[in-house]
């Protein structure tokens, strides 16, 4: 089902939130380099922000960057602690519903961490595929179509990984350990962000 962006950016927009709608990736990456500006990044797992081509636009003009993805495996938590301190938290959502709710599921918890108590000025962007109905089907969303993929991508062995499918698990690789809703930006934000893309981005 396609939802009309510019109605969700308005219910995001009622709720607090700082959202606009991009009708291309290009548009979107201007927008997100334009709102961060000379600032330091931190970045979460994010294919979408992957795609964007941001860390490497960021790098070029000079921005201090933070990414656990590009660096090597004993840096990693470092680099996760770096991310939620630096001035811009930069990431997408699992899902967002037609009322302008935010659905997360994360199964370490940096990116939440990062989304709700890190950078006081956060940007997502999410690509239209991650519009739901309601919370019921961005769970579901967020099960079938990001679980067992980011399971794959990065080599676990859960049953998701595997099947495709959420057995709801319990091995130490477990992805969905952390869920949270966020209904409005929280006391602490400056300025919480969305660039809602008209194109089917991320996982």
């Not at 089902?1 to 548009?27: C, S």
């Not at 004993?74 to 519903?97: F, H, M, W």
Request: glycine fraction near 8%; charged fraction near 25%; charge should be neutral.
């Amino acid at each position: 089902m396609e939802y009309d962006l510019l109605t969700v950016a308005k219910r995001l927009n009622e709720r607090g939130f700082l959202a606009d709608v991009a009708k291309t990736p290009e548009e979107a990456k201007t927008l997100i380099l334009n709102y961060i500006g000379d600032r330091s990044v931190g970045i979460a797992g994010s294919a979408t922000v992957r795609d964007l081509g941001l860390y490497e636009a960021l790098i070029a003009r000079g921005n201090e960057v933070y990414w656990h993805w590009k660096v090597e495996k004993p840096q990693v938590e470092e680099t996760r602690i770096k991310a939620i301190g630096a001035d811009v938290y930069l990431c997408s959502s699992n899902a967002i519903t037609e009322d302008g709710r935010l659905i997360n599921i994360d199964g370490t918890g940096n990116r939440l961490a990062g989304m709700i108590y890190g950078p006081k000025t956060v940007i997502l962007a999410v690509g239209r595929n991650k519009i739901t109905k309601d919370y019921e089907s961005a769970i579901a969303r967020i099960k079938r179509d990001a679980c067992g993929p980011n399971a794959r991508r990065q080599g676990f062995q859960t049953p998701c990984a595997i099947t495709g499918e959420c057995h709801d698990c319990r091995p130490p690789m477990r992805m969905c350990n952390v869920t949270a809703i966020t209904e409005y930006p929280s006391r602490r934000h400056q300025a919480f962000r969305i660039i809602l893309i008209d194109e089917d981005m991320g996982l």
